[in-house]
């Protein structure tokens, strides 16, 4: 029963996470190739600055606790900084 509430409410954080990561992944992708075209020192430093942030995404969501609550308040994915 508990199930077929939460449904709609799945669905619909499913909705936002997908949204929100595509969002983010463009945004990555367009900084990337920015950095890539600027030389290769500037992509790779931007490339190690996306594994430190995804390392540390990933570390906060293996942490014990809600992760769906976690994922409500700081969303889901990482983003890149401004150049």
């Known amino acids: 029963m508990a199930d077929r509430l939460m449904q709609p409410v799945n669905r619909a954080a499913s909705r936002r996470f997908l949204r929100e990561a595509r969002q983010k992944v463009w945004h990555n992708t367009v900084l ?7 030389g290769e020192s500037a992509y790779l430093a931007r490339l190690a ?5 995804s390392a540390a995404r990933v570390a ?5 606790g809600n992760v769906l609550l976690r994922l409500a308040v700081a969303g889901f994915g990482v ?5």
């Open 32 to 38: 990337l190739q920015r950095a890539r075209v600027a």
């Open 79 to 83: 983003q890149l900084p401004p150049e």
């Open 49 to 53: 600055e996306l594994d430190v942030l």
């Open 60 to 64: 906060d969501l293996l942490a014990p």
